[in-house]
């Protein structure tokens, strides 16, 4: 068979393209330190690659909202110590009240610092997270959760419980409704701080020990239940961070596959490379010396 000029130039430069992409890809390997560039270099690596890439930042999320609930949960849980701290001081208060001893004015002392605990606990319960939501309004996060009244004072949140998803098989709640925390086991606290103050602002004793008792009696239940909420709170951090360091642990190992998956063996291929580079400049050499010739070079 016949093989003419042209296509000895085009299987020459056929042969040149060829090398010089192969060469190109092994440099932009080297570059970017991938074995892998496109899906075509070696389809089921790549496929592989892609399924642990979205499971690595699933992962990544999941870790995200674990940092949002943690957030959330420990200013909640200092909230709470902050109202356990309240509450036992109101409940000094009032074995200092049931003195006997004590005039009018004294009990009335006692009723202005009562007045000024009521406020306090007002804005606790009222507190705000990072974000500017409201920690015990429910799933009503922009409404402020209690306002004061004559009697106490009124919820204005709903019963809802936000949760997040900090793992692929777990929710978890992030806050508490305020009526749960400080209106539920049989008081509210803001009726019974409310009616004690009323108490002991007004004269004589009739009536006093009763009140004292009952109003006792409701502190150290809306302490318990404040206890119980700051425990279930104390939990879900324990967890968060359990579930912290199996996501760091899970992240390593993603990491991994997909180092083994799609990084470059430089050795390879930096031998790869230099063949490449060799094989290209032979050839270039040789399809110079082969175009160049013609029969005049015989004649």
Not at 113 to 118: A, D, F, I, K, V
Not at 186 to 191: E, N, P, Y
Not at 237 to 258: C, F, I, N, P, V
């Amino acid at each position: 068979m016949r093989v003419s000029t042209q296509q000895i130039f085009d299987l020459g430069t056929t042969r040149l393209v060829d090398l010089q992409s192969r060469l190109q890809k092994t440099q932009e390997q080297i570059a970017t330190g991938r074995r892998i560039l496109s899906p075509s270099d070696d389809p089921v690596a790549a496929t592989r690659v892609l399924d642990v890439t979205q499971s690595q930042t699933i992962n990544k999320q999941y870790g995200v909202n674990r940092q949002y609930a943690t957030n959330v949960l420990s200013q909640a849980e200092v909230t709470l110590g902050s109202v356990t701290e309240l509450l036992k001081d109101v409940s000094d208060s009032i074995i200092t009240a049931g003195n006997g001893t004590l005039s009018d004015a004294e009990r009335g002392y006692i009723a202005t610092e009562l007045s000024g605990r009521l406020q306090e606990l007002l804005g606790l319960a009222n507190t705000r997270d990072s974000s500017g939501n409201y920690l015990f309004s429910g799933f009503q996060s922009n409404t402020q959760p209690f306002v004061q009244t004559a009697t106490g004072a009124t919820y204005q949140g709903d019963l809802g419980q936000q949760k997040i998803q900090v793992d692929a098989t777990r929710q978890m709640a992030v806050n508490s409704p305020g009526s749960i925390v400080f209106q539920s086991g049989g008081q509210d606290v803001f009726a019974t701080l409310t009616d004690l103050v009323t108490l002991l602002n007004t004269p004589g004793t009739a009536g006093l020990s009763a009140g004292l008792a009952t109003a006792g009696a409701n502190i150290d239940l809306a302490l318990d239940q404040v206890l119980n909420v700051r425990a279930s709170v104390g939990a879900n951090l324990q967890g968060l961070e359990a579930l912290d360091s199996l996501g760091t642990d899970r992240d390593l190992q993603y990491s991994q596959l997909l180092s083994e998956l799609q990084d470059l063996d430089y050795t390879q291929a930096i031998t790869l490379l230099s063949q490449q580079q060799t094989a290209l400049e032979a050839t270039q050499s040789t399809f110079a010396k082969t175009s160049s010739l013609s029969l005049f070079n015989f004649i």
